[in-house]
């Protein structure tokens, strides 16, 4: 590194003029104390309450400075972001990603995705795996994914010990024990963000009240999944405390009740759980997400608290396709850019009570997300494999992960070939 | 009025015999020599006419797609996919391997061919764990090395490279998959690939060299005059890693002319993009001097998706804005290497031929593409999959041109 910038010097010098030499001089007196300057972009930090234009410099992995005018000598790199959102790195709170091998499985098998190869195309820096791993195999999906990620990977513990394992296991109600569940979720407090509750088809709330208690214990939120067609919608609602995470918010199937009813109207339970501090998630998943739902709740008062994408094998290329596509599909539903990217960040951050992320306070992990807005004629595909229309789109430009730049779709950081 | 009525009712009574019409487009479709607008009607999973102006009154489902670029399935004839769970393995049923159907549909991906990642010992495995379980067609190159790409340390035992086990896996159990034989990532002499030759010739089958960790370099002159067949493939064509590997581009940007000689003489020369093998240095010169790649691949494996390689549209479209053109983009991608696999039955739209189809956007705008040095070549177009079809369904559809309006779906109800 040292050897490259003295050449530099050593090429102006000898190249052609004084200019030259006092133009660069600076650089090598100063030192660069940072490692990567985004410069001029629009950063929207919703913690931080920023919506403008501002440089953003990270250096050994970190947010050091945001200011309005960062000088680009002391940046060993400088990227240039006019025209693009700069904004934390996104967080997608429910996705399934304990991927092996095993066939038709969602916990150690193939309907689960390994999460780096969809997160960072779409600006996505931390994962939070819903429940896919309970108390008893949650080390081998440690062992497995989260260590080999370079993707932050989180997770809802799975009330049941051996998660999504599947018809009979995520059945057995002896395999759910808020104890044990409890015990896994505080050794790996750093990893573990609640517990989740799902596909349990008996009418028995005792799985319910064993996720419950396993989240009061821990002071963390549960994450209350579908498939659980016995129970009422109203029930879980009311069972459920502020802060639990309701999660395929806007689905329209068989198994459970939709938030809008036949007449177009939210039903008035939903909006009062929403009032009480139940927080909505998208979940989109394969069939978790409804225009005929989500665009009259939107209307009346129900949006997404956060952009769950529900990412797995099923998801990934019908209408979900990433989180950057939920996050347009709100923006063609008429939400804006900035609440969008709210919800997306800070919103979701604390809904994990993890308030170090999503943000781009000094001092927070270098996670960021660089974000062009498409314009055009686009189409988006919900569940049911209808159309709702829009004309802007995100895509993501850049994907910086602790400080290190993990995708770059056109090469904002690459010089050109010929230099 | 009359003809109206007429064509009306002939559709109905036709009994709509096309289950998807695609409307409109512009067919690439080069085994036929198909460069121009056309319609492309799909029934049973297979291509059932293509023609100017079919009637959508005879299709089930119409899908407009004026404006976009109708191809074959691509076909990606270089990746790792033998995905699994051996934390310490490198390729064979490790991490470095990836599930190959996230990354293909969206990028116009039918077919991909595993380059290599299982030998005769894991073939298997890999059968069972993905590519019976992949909706992305999944073909594959047998690894000369009977335990495939476990590591590099196995990957350099002479003893486990058998040509005749090797040959008996692919013409006595799987023919229908296994297409070719790949020798790589080898230290020695020419002992990987001549072993890899015997089986070639063996089973009738190509073999595909991957020749660069060789210190110092072996010959590539000797590999293409005296150890390859022509029909055998080279591939990371455009690497630039000169302590350990020949390049095709010489010190003073010259294609040094054995390469174009080779080619002559019916090497192929693969892209192989990777996550170390595609260096503007080399592909620019070579481009502009004629010389260009058989067949354009990615290299698709962990280390590779998300750095300048990203997937097949992306390294297509590297290939557009060095100035090929877009009809031998795709055939560069598609009949070529079906060709070369000696799998005709794809990369093509001929009548009666399975369905697999790319829909595909020319994107204007201002576009940068970089290599695995990460520099970067600005380029003004990007290929962008909008709708791919595997054996006659929509596996992908970017912008819904196939979906109806959500709400005149509600008011249907």
Redesign the interface.
């Known amino acids: 590194m040292l050897s490259r910038k003295l050449s530099i010097v050593v090429g102006a010098m000898a190249g052609r003029s004084l200019v030259g030499l006092l133009f660069f001089l600076p650089v090598v007196l100063q030192g660069q104390q940072y490692d990567l300057l985004i410069k001029n972009g629009h950063v929207i930090d919703p913690k931080n309450n920023i919506d403008t234009i501002k440089d953003v410099a990270v250096a050994s992995g970190k947010i050091l400075k945001m200011d309005n005018d960062i000088s680009p000598t002391q940046s060993r790199k400088t990227i240039d972001a006019t025209g693009l959102y700069v904004v934390p790195g996104l967080i997608d709170i429910h996705t399934h990603v304990f991927v092996g091998s095993k066939a038709d499985k969602f916990a150690d098998g193939i309907y689960s995705v390994s999460p780096d190869d969809f997160s960072f195309k779409s600006g996505v820096t931390t994962v939070v795996d819903a429940g896919t791993s309970g108390w008893r195999n949650f080390a081998l999906f440690k062992e497995q994914v989260i260590d080999k990620s370079q993707t932050r990977v989180l997770a809802f513990l799975n009330i049941v010990g051996s998660g999504m394992s599947g018809k009979p296991m995520q059945e057995d109600v002896s395999d759910m024990n808020a104890d044990s569940a409890a015990f896994v979720a505080e050794k790996y407090k750093e990893i573990i963000v609640g517990i989740k509750i799902g596909h349990y088809e008996g009418s028995d709330w005792a799985p319910f009240n064993k996720a419950l208690d396993a989240g009061k214990k821990l002071n963390k939120p549960v994450f209350v999944e579908c498939h659980l067609p016995q129970y009422s919608l109203e029930n879980q609602l009311q069972m459920m405390r502020p802060g639990d995470i309701i999660t395929h918010s806007y689905e329209q199937v068989s198994e459970r009740m939709p938030v809008v009813d036949e007449h177009g109207k939210v039903r008035p339970f939903v909006l009062m759980a929403q009032k009480k501090g139940v927080l909505f998630d998208v979940g989109h998943g394969g069939a978790g997400f409804w225009f005929s739902q989500a665009v009259p709740a939107f209307q009346q008062g129900l949006a997404p608290n956060s952009f769950g994408s529900d990412l797995h094998r099923f998801s990934m290329n019908a209408g979900m396709k990433s989180m950057l596509n939920i996050m347009s599909k709100y923006m063609a539903i008429g939400m804006s850019i900035e609440d969008v990217v709210t919800r997306a960040t800070w919103n979701s951050a604390r809904s994990i009570k993890r308030e170090d992320l999503g943000n781009l306070s000094e001092g927070a992990v270098a996670d960021i997300a660089v974000l062009s807005v498409q314009k055009g004629k686009f189409g988006f595909i919900d569940a049911g494999g209808n159309k709702l229309e829009g004309n802007r789109k995100l895509e993501a430009e850049l994907t910086i992960r602790a400080g290190k730049i993990v995708w770059d779709l056109n090469g904002l950081a690459g010089q050109l070939w010929k230099q | 009025m009359l003809m109206v009525f007429y064509l009306f009712v002939s559709g109905v009574l036709g009994a709509q015999q096309i289950d998807i019409l695609l409307k409109g487009g512009h067919v690439i479709d080069p085994k036929n020599k198909i460069d121009e607008q056309m319609d492309v009607a799909i029934t049973n999973g297979k291509i059932f006419q293509v023609a100017k102006n079919i009637s959508p009154h005879q299709a089930k489902k119409s899908i407009d797609v004026t404006g976009l670029y109708v191809t074959p399935g691509i076909i990606d004839m270089h990746v790792h996919a033998f995905?699994?769970?051996d934390?310490d393995a490198y390729i064979a049923?490790g991490?470095t391997s990836?599930?190959p159907?996230?990354?293909t549909?969206?990028a116009g991906v039918t077919t991909v061919v595993d380059a290599g990642s299982s030998g005769w010992r894991n073939f298997r495995l890999f059968k069972k764990?993905t590519i019976d379980?992949s909706q992305t067609r999944v073909l594959a190159l047998l690894n000369i090395v009977g335990n495939g790409m476990v590591g590099r340390y196995e990957e350099q035992d002479t003893t486990d490279m058998n040509p005749q086990q090797t040959a008996y896996m692919i013409k006595k159990l799987f023919p229908e998959i296994i297409v070719g034989i790949k020798a790589a990532h080898y230290w020695g002499d020419f002992t990987q690939v001549d072993r890899a030759v015997t089986a070639g010739n063996l089973a009738n089958v190509p073999v595909m060299v991957d020749f660069g960790e060789h210190q110092p370099p072996n010959s590539i002159e000797a590999l293409f005059m005296q150890h390859l067949r022509p029909g055998d493939i080279f591939t990371h064509t455009f690497s630039y890693g000169p302590t350990v590997r020949e390049t095709v581009v010489d010190d003073s940007g010259k294609v040094k002319p054995f390469v174009l000689q080779a080619q002559k003489r019916g090497i192929i020369f693969d892209v192989g993009h990777g996550g170390g093998a595609f260096s503007?240095?080399q592909a620019?010169p070579a481009m502009q001097q004629g010389f260009q790649p058989n067949v354009i691949s990615t290299d698709l494996h962990?280390e590779s998706?998300?750095s300048?390689m990203?997937d097949m549209s992306n390294v297509m479209s590297k290939f557009l804005n060095m100035g090929m053109s877009l009809q031998d983009v795709i055939l560069r991608s598609t009949w070529n290497p079906a060709n070369v696999i000696k799998r005709t039955d794809l990369g093509n739209l001929s009548v009666g031929s399975e369905a697999d189809i790319a829909v595909f956007s020319l994107r204007k705008g201002?576009?940068?593409?970089?290599?695995v040095r990460?520099?970067?070549?600005?380029g003004t177009q990007k290929l962008e999959a909008e709708l791919t079809l595997r054996a006659g369904k929509i596996?992908?559809?970017?912008?819904?041109?196939s979906?109806?309006?959500?709400e005149e779906?509600?008011q249907k109800k």
């Open positions: 995905n699994g769970t934390v049923n991490l990836l599930p159907d996230g990354f549909f969206r764990q379980r503007w240095r620019v962990a998706m998300n300048g990203k201002d576009f940068g593409f970089l290599d990460k520099t970067k070549l600005k596996v992908w559809d970017l912008n819904g041109i979906a109806p309006s959500w779906e509600l």
